[in-house]
DNA sequence: TATTGTTATACTCTATAACTATA
DNA sequence: TATAGTTATAGAGTATAACAATA
């Protein structure tokens, strides 16, 4: 079986298109100050009733644990969200979203989301269904597994 | 209407594809001196039979020229690629693969495939074929159009 | 005047190791 | 002994600006 050309390959295409999509986010998000991971860890926090720990947030992400001590850190100093000790276990803290992180959430998601889907303007709402699934399928089952070391 | 969580975000989603694949490409292609970036460069090279310019390479790539730059000085450094001048334009250079690249190639290309195919085996041929025409449509529609500065 | 390749610089992202405090 | 968080560091990727040679 023959191997397809770079520009057919489907993992040069995904990291092209992943590529096109995260600078049209960052773009989307500057007048937030924020940037897509910051913005990521966030959302996770905002839509979580209790907030997460961050090695659960570093799970869901697919991020190293102390990447994620950054980004909190970040998110933390400006405000949006905050570190509460996690009744039951003194070693983890909740990453939990404040008021302030709800409200700049909520234009950032629209902002981002308009500018991405610009960016998938090609591809009708019905395609751009179909790539959210495949993409949700591979990452739940190539994802989780080598998230540790 | 209503925002995507997250976890349903087609921008998030194909960034955390995008990881995963690169990373199994990356992995698959140490044994071969190579990374993804050094790799597509060599790659456009040897299907080229003339080679191509920094700035075609730059263009298809979406890269900036003086990213090109580097990663050809590494491939030629490796013997892999060398620059000609090219005729006709005493500005510019031709990348051309040569022999050695074009053997490193033929490995390379076959591990960093079965890499990627292996991190979308959930989905089906026929769902990894619709996967990447999904993809290549939305690179040639957003893709050319913000390279240049 | 515009384009090709180049050098330089700064910032972001990724990967890893090692440490502390708790469990 | 394992786990949650943290600190530190190095390498890779991304983004810009400026310049020389040539068109």
Redesign the interface.
């Known amino acids: 079986m023959d191997?397809?050309?770079?520009?057919?390959?489907?993992?040069?295409?995904?990291?092209?298109?992943?590529?096109?999509?995260?600078r049209a986010?960052n773009t989307a998000l500057a007048g937030y100050g924020l940037r897509?991971r910051q913005y990521?860890v966030l959302?996770?926090a905002a839509?979580a009733p209790d907030g997460l720990s961050q090695r659960e947030l570093a799970g869901?992400l697919?991020l190293d644990p102390s990447q994620v001590v950054l980004l909190v850190d970040e998110l933390a100093d400006a405000g949006l969200v905050l570190r509460r000790p996690c009744p039951g276990d003194r070693r983890a803290r909740l990453v939990v979203a404040t008021d302030e992180g709800r409200r700049v959430l909520g234009g950032a998601?629209?902002q981002?989301?308009d500018g991405?889907r610009h960016?998938?303007?090609?591809?009708s709402d019905r395609?751009?269904e179909?790539?959210?699934d495949?993409?949700?399928?591979?990452?739940?089952?190539?994802?989780g597994v080598s998230v540790g070391r």
Chains 1, 2 share one sequence.
């Open positions: 191997l397809p050309a770079l520009t057919d390959d489907v993992g040069y295409l995904l990291s092209r298109t992943s590529g096109i999509t995260a986010a897509v990521s959302s996770l839509d869901v697919g998601r629209r981002a989301h991405v960016q998938l303007r090609a591809l395609e751009q179909t790539l959210r495949l993409l949700a399928r591979v990452v739940r089952s190539a994802g």
